[in-house]
């Protein structure tokens, strides 16, 4: 017997599953300019079916012409848990190693699966118009075909609401890794292959909702053990004769242009100084009286006068050339990345080489400590989600925040063993706190601890057992040079609509309405330490909004 079942993005499907543990999904709305994804569930049961049957997948129905289908394919997961805090909740799928539901593959073989007798698998589908189709009611049937004949079948019901979402307003980031990519496609970074991977990766990268995009002005010094060198990314060309500085901007004229093509609004200029402390250069090239070499690194102070020359003649050099462009104001500036307490004075002091230079425009930093923003050191701080409360508490204009290896109690985050709609709530806490930005660490990082090594991101998703599996990266890199979706992106891409859906409810309620009616369909205070505990209760207050947006829309 072939049963199959079509359920909401946001369940996982493991193999030994039941297709009866889910619930099905008979009815949902949208937008006309929205991403729908839904899954399709199959699986064979019983002796009078084959161990393997090749079937056809068949979509009908009024947004067929705009479905894209692929199967949600397997994650070998050895380390599901940071190593270093070893902490879970009770709201975790399961912990223990085991192949996990995430990445999603092209279907193979023209459209045909391969069932496997009692095997639980999944098709992930995506209908996605683009504001191309009218408003209205769109019945839809998914099938498994053995030649002409349907041999299961499952519906939804799909409204599209006569409204499109506002444009996002939040900045996104997810770290953009130009040397992961050049590694791992053995490529000459920035050679024309280089290039076009890159545009690839950035492409779904701002097709995402990511719309800031980790610029290499230098090398970015980040994840690099201390003494030791990542593959050279850096997009400014730097000539130093007789001592004098000279720049050349080319290549990040090529950069802006292609964020240009895919989508990019912003950029976030590669840190100044050395992660975890502001001690230190990051790497920096340059021709050098005609040879091409390192010129500053770990062995350079952070404000010694040598960088400090080259950083007070590089910046208003760049940021002329970004104005003449008019491109200046999309530019965001780090100094170091998660410093803490204890490098406060060193931070200070290195922010100091440069503030003045970079007076108007935002200077933000990953950290938790509060002391920073309380004492003038950051004006644009970006808590973890776990450590967000005194930021909130002290009324924090322009509040970021971000999310990494360590925050997996009680908060919201991506790793593989949570559940997706567990991903999802972030989009309510966003809304609710008026957050204006997102940072997390990987879309495609695929190197090991302190990138000494590249990794093969199909064979283990923590970085060789160093992180929770999930946190290095949201995209997997095909043969062809493209990115592959995971789930895990998708479901945050639907969190950031579901602020846009909260966003234009808002525009005809008010946000204090709209904050209490989520708050009654989610069943109690939305915090920043409450997630949903099912897929039922995160689609209950996505449907109240879209609820009331087609009330209003009747009047």
């Known amino acids: ?35 729908l994804s839904v899954q399709f569930l199959y699986t064979s049961t019983g002796e009078d079916v084959p161990l393997r049957a090749m079937l056809t997948l068949k979509i009908q129905g009024g947004l067929a012409a705009c479905a894209q289908a692929r199967t949600v394919e397997m994650e070998p997961v050895y380390l599901s848990v940071d190593p270093a805090v070893l902490a879970v909740d009770d709201n975790y799928l399961r912990t223990a190693p085991g192949l996990y539901p995430d990445w999603l593959q092209p279907l193979h073989y023209g459209g045909t699966l391969s069932v496997m007798r009692d095997q639980l698998r999944a098709v992930w589908i995506d209908f996605d118009p683009r504001d191309t189709l009218p408003a209205g009611t769109y019945p839809m049937t998914v099938s498994l075909m053995a030649g002409d004949q349907a041999v299961a079948s499952a519906s939804l019901t799909v409204d599209m609401l006569d409204a499109d979402l506002p444009p996002q ?48 002005l230098f090398t970015p010094p980040l994840d690099t053990r201390v003494g030791g060198e990542r593959t050279t990314v850096q997009l400014l060309d730097v000539t130093v004769t007789d001592g004098q500085y000279a720049f050349g901007f080319d290549k990040l004229d ?44 770990w062995d350079t102070d952070a404000t010694g006068p040598e960088y400090t020359r080259f950083l007070r003649t590089m910046l208003p050099t760049f940021l002329a050339h970004m104005k003449a462009r008019g491109d200046d104001q999309r530019c965001l500036f780090h100094i170091s990345d998660e410093p803490g307490v204890e490098h406060l004075e060193q931070y200070r002091r290195s922010k100091a080489v440069v503030a003045d230079i970079l007076e108007g425009y935002t200077i933000m930093d990953a950290l938790s400590n509060y002391d920073f923003y309380s ?40 790793l593989l063993c949570m559940p997706s709609y567990r991903n999802r709530s972030i989009g309510m806490q966003f809304f609710k706190y008026d957050i204006a930005g997102f940072l997390q660490w990987g879309f495609n990082f695929y190197n090991n601890m302190s990138s000494v090594d590249t ?48 966003k234009l409810c808002a525009s005809f309620y008010g946000k204090d309405f709209v904050v209490a009616e989520m708050e009654k369909a989610f069943g109690g205070p939305v915090t920043f330490s409450r997630c949903a505990r099912t897929a039922k209760q995160m689609l209950a207050v996505r449907a109240r909004i879209d609820q009331l947006i087609a009330e209003a829309l009747s009047k």
Not at 12 to 23: S, Y
Not at 259 to 278: K, M, N, P, Y
Not at 380 to 402: A, C, K, M, R
């Open 1 to 35: 017997m072939y049963e199959v079942k079509i359920v909401s993005s946001l369940e996982k499907c493991f193999l030994d599953q039941k297709i009866g543990d889910f619930e099905a999904l008979p009815f949902i709305r949208m937008m006309k300019n929205q991403r």
């Open 169 to 216: 307003e939040m900045l996104v980031t997810q770290w953009f890794h130009c040397d992961c990519l050049a590694n791992y496609y053995h490529c000459e970074p920035w050679s024309e292959r280089h290039w076009e991977i890159v545009e690839n990766f950035a492409r779904v990268a701002a097709k995402n909702g990511i719309n800031l995009l980790l610029t290499p």
């Open 254 to 297: 090529r950069w802006i242009d292609m964020c240009d093509r895919v989508g990019i609004t912003h950029f976030e200029i590669s840190h100044l100084f050395t992660q975890w402390g502001a001690g230190h250069a990051p790497k920096v090239m340059a021709t050098v009286d005609g040879e091409y070499r390192r010129i500053f690194g």
């Open 375 to 414: 004492q003038g050191v950051v004006s644009t701080p970006i808590p973890s989600n776990d450590h967000i409360q005194p930021f909130l508490d002290g009324g924090v204009e322009g509040l970021w925040t971000y999310y990494c290896c360590g925050q997996c109690v009680h908060v919201s985050n991506r």
């Open 455 to 502: 990794i093969n991101p199909y064979a283990d998703p923590s970085g060789e057992f160093w992180v929770p599996a999930g946190d290095p990266f949201s995209v997997y890199p095909a043969q062809d040079g493209t990115a592959l979706e995971s789930l895990r992106l998708i479901v945050f891409h639907e969190a950031l609509e579901d602020v846009r859906a909260m």
